[in-house]
């Protein structure tokens, strides 16, 4: 066993609205694609604030944390064991005069349609088909288990 990597766990935000998710809008060398918003829980600080301080940061808007909806693990290319613990949340507004810390990356922020979230960008793809299948009332894990680079993408 490695217990060299540190485990990072990182609380995430599924903001639904009208059929569509609001996702962080990134752009790289490789191009186009999205990304929840959130990111690192910090010492003392339970997951659903970390969810509302990070969604504030990134996207200037205010959120309600409602229940835990997915847990996915990312082993490899960072330099920690990441634990993505997604929450459902509901979306109450924009905070006015927000001063927004987003990542080196980030472009901008888009609402994605959920029927077709299998084929949008979104990562880590091992997401799309779970998020779809809650909006939709279809059964779905919660647990889905490591993010290996290169998953296939769900195109059906």
């Known amino acids: 066993m490695n217990t060299e990597k540190p485990i990072r766990n990182s609380a995430k935000a599924l903001i639904i609205k009208d059929g569509k998710m609001l996702a962080i809008r990134m752009c790289d060398e490789t191009g186009e694609f999205y990304l929840m918003p959130g990111g690192g829980q910090e010492s003392e600080e339970l997951l659903p604030d970390t969810v509302c301080r990070e969604v504030a ?20 290319g960072e330099r920690w064991h990441r634990v993505d613990l997604v929450f459902l949340c509901e979306y109450l507004g924009e905070i006015e005069n927000a001063s927004l810390h987003g990542d080196v990356n980030q472009i901008g922020a888009a609402w994605l349609d959920i029927a077709t979230l299998n084929r949008a960008a979104l990562y880590p793809s091992r997401l799309r088909r779970p998020i779809m299948n ?3 009332g279809r059964p779905y894990s919660v647990y889905l288990g490591n993010e290996s680079m290169g998953d296939a993408e769900i195109v059906d």
């Open 57 to 76: 940061e990134e996207l200037g808007v205010r959120v309600a944390v409602k229940d835990l909806a997915f847990v996915i693990e990312g082993m490899r």
């Open 134 to 136: 809650l909006y939709g």
